[in-house]
């Protein structure tokens, strides 16, 4: 997989992301794959030789994370 440098995040995240309610940059998530705590707007874009794309945690690629697997951080992480 190839690293895709994206120039506006939240706009890609607000067209690209799986789910409902699309988080801000500034929220924090917590990757359950490598157990980090990080800001949303610091994820990493990774497409595959078949052109899909994926939004993966920042750990990535030492990390296979990706949205699938982000969950609320808790305030004091």
């Known amino acids: 997989m190839k690293e895709i440098i994206i120039a506006d995040?939240?706009?890609?995240?607000?067209?690209?992301?799986?789910f409902e309610d699309t988080p801000e940059l500034?929220?924090?998530k917590l990757c359950i794959h490598c157990d980090s705590v990080f800001y949303v707007g610091?994820?990493?874009?990774f497409k595959?030789?078949?052109?899909?794309?994926?939004?993966?945690?920042?750990?990535?690629?030492?990390?296979?994370?990706?949205v699938i697997d982000?969950?609320?951080?808790?305030?004091?992480?």
Not at 54 to 63: L, R, V
């Open 26 to 28: 500034m929220d924090k």
């Open 9 to 18: 995040k939240q706009k890609y995240l607000n067209e690209h992301y799986p």
């Open 42 to 45: 610091n994820y990493k874009v």
């Open 48 to 66: 595959n030789q078949s052109g899909d794309e994926f939004i993966c945690c920042p750990n990535a690629p030492d990390c296979n994370g990706t």
């Open 70 to 77: 982000w969950f609320p951080a808790e305030d004091n992480q």
